[in-house]
């Protein structure tokens, strides 16, 4: 199982930045994707999730309103749209997967992390 994270990078503050997550080696029609972040010396933060057809997303308290999670499980895709980003976005961001619906089932596969660096 492979998930590739990709889109990451420099940014300045207000600007905007689109996360893909390509995913292999399992089925990604039956997956559950989330979004996580973490920044230098903090814990991994959630972002959200976006259910196996795309139909509901849920965002973490503090995500609200400036991040996008979509899916194309067409491309085997999921994506993080993120806009009017702020330093204190600086992280590296993870997708991750899991087949159960629960919210509080664990996430069972991890992509590697895109370094997403916002200047202010």
């Known amino acids: 199982v492979q998930l590739q994270a990709s889109g990451g990078g420099l940014v300045q503050a207000g600007g905007s930045l689109r996360l893909s997550c390509e995913v292999s080696?399992?089925?990604?029609?039956?997956?559950?994707m989330g979004w996580f972040r973490q920044a230098p010396g903090k814990e991994r933060e959630f972002i959200g999730t976006?259910?196996?057809?795309?139909?509901?997303?849920y965002y973490g308290d503090s995500m609200k309103g400036r991040f996008s999670i979509s899916r194309d499980n067409a491309k085997n895709t999921a994506y993080l749209q993120m806009s009017s980003l702020k330093p204190e976005d600086t992280a590296v961001y993870y997708c991750a997967a899991k087949n159960s619906l629960l919210h509080t089932a664990p996430f069972e596969d991890w992509g590697q992390g895109t370094l997403v660096t916002v200047s202010s």
């Open positions: 976006i259910s196996k057809t795309g139909g509901t997303i």
């Open positions: 080696g399992r089925t990604f029609s039956s997956s559950v």
